[in-house]
Structures are given as C-alpha cells and as structure tokens.
C-alpha cells in the first residue's frame, strides 16, 4: 500500500500565534511531526502543505517535502482538511493509496504509531484508521444530557433513562488529533472517513492536542517529564 504523508501547517495561527515555529521544548512544534513521519517505515512520501513561505523554509530545513504553497483559500479557519488535502493529491503527480494526516498540534506520537495504523487499515480493509482515546464515563453518551425543541434535557442517545452502572457502559471513544489514515478513494468522494472506521487507542496520560496556550504547557510538561 503506497501511503502518502501529509503535515498541513498554515500560517496566522489564532489559539498560539506562529505556533508551528514556535519552539516547544527547544525545537520548532513542526520538528515533532517531521521526526515522527521521516522514521515511518510505511510512508512512501512526506509532504508539508503551507501557504507561509516562512513555515516552508523551516518544514524543508526538517527534511520535509515542500513542492508546493497551499493556495490561500485553503488557508482559513474553517477551510475542511478533506479539501487541503484533496489539493495535495491532486497536486502531485504521483498516485497513492492512502493518505496519513499528521497534525503538529499532536507533537507526541509513540514510536511506531504511524506504521501500526497504516497496518491496521491494511489489515482491515477499513475505509479510515484513527487514533483515538477512551471517553471518561462522566462524558459516555448515555451518561450526556442535550436539550431537545422543547427545551427539555434528554440523553443524548435518545434513551428513556440512563445506564445506571459505569461497569455497563459501553466503551466510547474520541479522537485524540494524533494520526488519520484515509484511503485515497475516500477523500475524493469529500468523505474521508467512510462507513468503516478503525481506532488505535492510546493513553490519555501521554497524549496532548494543543489547541491553546494551557495545552501548550502541558506539551512543555510532559516533554519535561520523558526527559527526566
């Protein structure tokens, strides 16, 4: 399977202004990603897609591929990444089968995590693998309450009442922004998910998604703690 790598970091950043380049623990946040993508055994290409030249020059001083700038449309707050990435495909001249996301915002990957995921949808013939991490109980959607027209609160699964025991909950998950593996075919339909998901579930203790200055120190926290 000829699986293509992708790292999408734009630039005018909001949550942690020029956060790609910013150093976390002494190195650029897009170091992590580029380390973690170039030692994948699996992944036949690495590419960065940008629209900052800056962020550019430092993705290549990583080894990172940069054959392109990202058109500035897809550069936005709310551009979807099926469309970034949609755009590298098609940009490219080479064709793959999957595609794995890299987000730099989830700096600490475990080492082979990469490779195990893109075995995982090779294996399984599903249409995406995801990492993801258990959802604590207290957030599980029998136990969550949305308000319905009426203004009223119900469970969020539609149920009557809840499970009353945690033990008989049934296992939940959410993504944890560490990796996405997508087959080719599903991102040109602009559904890159598709109808059969897998998961790699990792361990909420090691993982972080920074999306804010606190998720930043946490990143700076835990690096701190592996390295003692």
């Known amino acids: 399977m000829r699986t293509l790598g992708v790292i999408p970091a734009r630039g005018g950043s909001k949550g942690v202004p020029g956060k790609n380049t910013r150093l976390l623990g ?23 897609t940008t ?42 001249t080479e064709s793959y089968d999957a595609v794995c996301l890299l987000q730099p915002t989830s700096p600490l990957r475990p080492v082979g995590l990469i490779d195990d995921c ?11 693998v995801v990492t993801m991490l ?26 009557a009442w809840p499970i009353t025991r945690r033990q008989d909950l049934p296992e939940g998950y959410h993504r944890d922004g560490s990796v996405y593996v997508f ?24 993982s972080v998604n920074i999306d804010d200055i606190d998720d930043w120190a946490r990143a700076e926290a835990l690096l701190g703690r592996a390295a003692d």
């Open 51 to 92: 629209d900052d030249a800056a962020i550019a020059e430092v993705g290549a001083s990583l080894g990172l591929d940069v054959p392109f700038l990202r058109p500035s449309r897809l550069a936005d707050d709310d551009s979807p990444m099926v469309e970034v990435l949609r755009h590298a495909i098609e940009t490219l």
């Open 134 to 159: 258990p959802v604590p109980a207290e957030h599980n959607p029998h136990w969550v309450y949305l308000r319905g027209p009426d203004g009223r609160l119900q469970i969020s699964t539609g149920e």
């Open 26 to 48: 002494g190195r650029p946040l897009l170091a992590y990603s580029a380390q973690a993508a170039l030692a994948s055994a699996r992944l036949d290409r690495v590419v960065l």
């Open 118 to 128: 893109i075995d995982l949808l090779e294996a399984s013939g599903a249409d995406s």
């Open 183 to 206: 087959r080719t075919s599903r991102i040109r339909t602009g559904n890159p998910y598709g109808a059969h998901i897998e998961a790699v579930v990792g361990d909420p203790a090691s």
